[in-house]
């Protein structure tokens, strides 16, 4: 009935002995949670044996040397508050994490983005509470789409901050934060940046930072809805697949190094891609998570059995053929785990 922050406990009692009484404690209370100080005869050693399998954190033998019991059990406190301490700040740190990954989701586009004249399905399975990962996709204008994946190097809050950042810096929403828009010379107006543009702006505002060792891989690609083009920058992120019934699907490749990956001395390189598209094309965009999956045996899925797998769901309902392709990305790792 009663919270107790340290137990000593002999063996010999009426009733039950010491070893029950643990075995008890030990089914609701972990060692860590209720520390357990065994008193044994001076030479059993087997007594002692017993209890340190059972769960007992350490022991004194009788008779007692008070002062020696008096350090160990002070010794026993002194870890239980550690412990406790450390406890606390991870349950702080868990509240902080989930509240930080509800504001990062909130960036994410809805389930089933409703934009004329295509259809979309996406999925996004971060390996950590906060990931570095994000995408959107959206309406430019009436005729034009935007469609975004980041992928910035590492996990954990650093990654997060940065991939937040760019959810806002590449904001569909016209205004002098968005790198998706510029300045139109000819009427002093905004108009829609092209994907090398914005690849540029992007470069220019998260440069190489030694310090923070911070980079990122991205795809930007805008989809003209009159005559079905995509424009693509791919930088340093796997390039689109263009998957089309009946013919060998199209991997498009990389035209631009990773984000903030190279010093300033060093010139960076930036060339757009395109591509047109026919009705019952997919446009397939992944982070390398799919790719780099490992199995037991460390060996990587690879495109060519990625190709394959979004291959297979070309028959299939668009979100029925992504789900089918995570189960078999599951089975491929088996235990592994995979992000993407």
Same mark, same amino acid.
């Given at each position: 009935?009663?919270?107790? =922050?340290?137990?000593?406990?002999? #063996?010999?009692?009426?009733? #039950?002995?010491?070893?029950?009484?643990? &075995?008890?404690? &030990?089914?609701?209370? =972990?060692?860590?949670?209720l520390p357990v100080i065994m008193a044994t005869a001076k030479d059993d050693s087997s007594d002692v044996v017993a209890a340190l399998k059972l769960g007992a954190n350490d022991y004194v033998t009788k008779p007692f040397d008070f002062p020696v019991v008096l350090a160990r059990v002070t010794t026993q406190l002194s870890l239980k508050r550690s412990r406790d301490q450390l406890a606390s700040a991870h349950r702080r740190m868990k509240k902080d994490l989930d509240a930080a990954a509800r504001i990062q989701r909130h960036f994410l586009p809805p389930e089933r983005p409703?934009?004329?004249?295509?259809?979309?399905?996406? &999925?996004?399975?971060?390996?950590?509470?906060?990931?570095? =990962?994000?995408?959107?996709?959206?309406?430019? =204008?009436?005729? &034009? #789409?935007?469609?975004?994946?980041?992928?910035?190097?590492?996990?954990?809050?650093?990654?997060?901050?940065?991939?937040?950042?760019?959810?806002?810096?590449?904001?569909?929403?016209?205004g002098s934060s968005s790198a998706l828009w510029v300045t139109d010379e000819t009427n002093s107006g905004l108009r829609i940046a092209s994907p090398t543009e914005v690849a540029r702006e992007l470069v220019k505002r998260f440069p190489y930072d030694q310090e923070t060792g911070q980079y990122f891989t991205m795809v930007y690609a805008v989809l003209d809805l009159a005559d079905m083009n995509l424009v693509y920058v791919a930088a340093g992120h796997p390039g689109p697949l263009i998957l089309r019934r009946g013919q060998p699907t199209r991997v498009l490749g990389t035209n631009a190094?990773?984000?903030?990956?190279?010093?300033?001395? #060093?010139?960076?390189?930036i060339n757009e891609g395109s591509v047109s598209l026919q009705q019952g094309d997919r446009v397939v965009i992944v982070t390398d998570g799919i790719p780099e999956a490992c199995n037991e045996d460390e060996e990587e899925l690879g495109t060519t059995r990625m190709t394959s797998l979004f291959e297979r769901g070309l028959d299939r309902d668009l979100n029925e053929s992504l789900d089918q392709v995570l189960a078999e990305v599951a089975e491929w790792c088996g235990p592994v785990s995979y992000t993407h």
């Open positions: 009935r009663e919270q107790f =922050d340290v137990v000593l406990l002999d #063996i010999m009692m009426p009733g #039950i002995d010491g070893f029950e009484v643990l &075995r008890r404690i &030990r089914v609701e209370h =972990d060692a860590t949670e409703e934009l004329a004249g295509v259809e979309v399905a996406w &999925r996004y399975l971060p390996c950590d509470e906060l990931a570095g =990962d994000t995408l959107n996709i959206f309406s430019l =204008d009436e005729s &034009r #789409i935007g469609l975004m994946m980041v992928d910035v190097v590492g996990h954990g809050v650093p990654a997060a901050l940065l991939s937040v950042t760019l959810s806002r810096v590449m904001s569909s929403e016209p190094p990773p984000v903030g990956l190279l010093p300033p001395m #060093i010139p960076v390189q």
